[in-house]
T-cell receptor, first 107, second 114 residues
Framework: AQRVTQPEKLLSVFKGAPVELKCNYSYSGSPELFWYVQYSRQRLQLLLRHISRESIKGFTADLNKGETSFHLKKPFAQEEDSAMYYCALRVGSRLTFGEGTQLTVNP | KAGVTQTPRYLIKTRGQQVTLSCSPI?????VSWYQQTPGQGLQFLFE???????NKGNFPGRFSGRQFSNSRSEMNVSTLELGDSALYLC?????????????FGPGTRLTVL
């Protein structure tokens, strides 16, 4: 069965510092991975997906099949990045989410 | 385009009761997926409906059921409520089966079981 692990429940950084949110997955097939974000009092929304290899709001994520990881990175965190971040693995039509990391960017 | 809407937004029930939650997908979307979000378990997949048929089901007891209507609106029903059913229930819609398109999430229904 597939599984997604986000080892940090809470992560706190200062504005302008680099940030990395960790995500590891276990799945025997070819994974399709996503990062979702939920800002305070807003609905869950897609941030980025690994197949598009895009950068959204300065965030990037690289799929490392050898390490089974899909860490989310941003070189210079902003206060508006404070939110809950979920890593998700899609198999067929089912999304399996990690438990989430609450990122706080301090001024 | 209007986003995914869920009604009601908040519900308070007591143990043993049953509850029905409703989800209206984005116009034109045919797939609706349901998720349960709790502080301890995070987001867990309940089921997906496409063209009025359940296409996929998560590991939840039979007390959790759903259906989808011809206009793609979906309802989720939980019978014999337990305290542990207290959660935020999210639905998400996508154009095609969720495995082939982006899912858009609704604001959720907050269910409290007393």
């Amino acid at each position: 069965a597939q599984r997604v692990t986000q080892p940090e429940k809470l992560l706190s950084v200062f504005k302008g510092a680099p940030v990395e949110l960790k995500c590891n997955y276990s799945y025997s097939g070819s994974p399709e991975l996503f990062w979702y974000v939920q800002y305070s009092r807003q609905r869950l929304q897609l941030l980025l997906r690994h197949i598009s290899r895009e950068s959204i709001k300065g965030f990037t994520a690289d799929l490392n099949k050898g390490e089974t990881s899909f860490h989310l990175k941003k070189p210079f965190a902003q206060e508006e990045d404070s939110a809950m971040y979920y890593c998700a693995l899609r198999v067929g039509s089912r999304l399996t989410f990690g438990e989430g990391t609450q990122l706080t960017v301090n001024p | 385009k209007a986003g995914v809407t869920q009604t009601p937004r908040y519900l308070i029930k007591t143990r043993g009761q049953q509850v029905t939650l409703s989800c209206s997908p984005i116009s034109g979307h045919r797939s609706v997926s349901w998720y349960q979000q709790t502080p301890g378990q995070g987001l867990q997949f309940l089921f997906e409906y496409f063209s009025e048929t359940q296409r996929n089901k998560g590991n939840f007891p039979g007390r959790f059921s759903g259906r989808q209507f011809s206009n793609s609106r979906s309802e989720m029903n939980v019978s014999t409520l337990e305290l542990g059913d207290s959660a935020l229930y999210l639905c998400a819609s996508s154009l095609a089966l969720a495995g082939f398109g982006e899912q858009f999430f609704g604001p959720g229904t907050r269910l409290t079981v007393l």
